[in-house]
């Protein structure tokens, strides 16, 4: 089951790949420029999934 999400997850990221470069006019599809594409989306997909927890208050700590 994990590898039919990670290809259905493959598939959209091409899809918003290639959805981008058509809203930006190109008109050739390079496999370097798709490859470069999908990292970024992967980037931004795992840059949401972080989350960062607010640190305790301490009203006696210096200031950072």
């Known amino acids: 089951m994990i590898a ?5 997850s493959a598939a959209r ?6 959805e981008t470069m058509i809203e930006r006019e ?10 470069t594409a999908m990292a970024a989306l992967d980037g931004e997909r ?3 999934r972080v989350l960062l ?4 208050h301490d009203p ?5």
């Open 13 to 18: 990221d091409a899809l918003q790949a290639a």
């Open 53 to 56: 927890r607010a640190l305790p």
């Open 26 to 35: 190109e008109k050739e599809l390079h496999a370097p420029t798709m490859a």
């Open 4 to 8: 039919a999400q990670a290809l259905v």
């Open 46 to 48: 795992r840059t949401a």
């Open 60 to 64: 006696d700590a210096p200031p950072r």
